[in-house]
């Protein structure tokens, strides 16, 4: 498989996404680098269901053991996004330790740099809350993230 085909991910700008002065308003961003996550899962084989509680909540799947909660994020703006912006958002998942990753996201619009982003994920047991190793499929997904950018695992 082509890690293209869930490490670049493209969407466009739409009206709801910008501010009065027609603008993209900056919380957008941190909502599509996630939403840019979940489809890159989505597109690997994961499911939302084996990685987010409230996904699996009524779906007859079992609440996953393991949560991946958020523990810092940041972004840089470069060019300003107006309605109708194509965008090609690229992922690049990094493995921290054996319980944590980061993922970077670059935006571009054209050419043109538009934002760069990160997010950074701890594995926490749902129920204690302590820190464990990330789950199976996540690991699948770094290491073959990390194969389709040249790079080997350990």
Sequence with gaps: MDPNSWLLLCRTVRFGDTDA???????????????????????????????????????GTPLPAVALPIVHCQADYRAPLVCGDPLRIQLEPRRLD???FELHYSFHCGEREAALALTRHLAIEAASRRRCPLPAGIQRWLEAS???RGIQPL
């Design 146 to 148: 990390a194969v389709g």
């Design 21 to 59: 002065a027609g603008v993209m308003h900056f919380h957008q961003l941190l909502r599509w680098c996630h939403e840019a996550y979940e489809e890159s899962l989505e597109r690997f084989g994961i499911s939302a269901a084996e990685v987010f509680p409230a996904a699996a909540a009524g779906s």
């Design 98 to 100: 054996p319980g944590s």
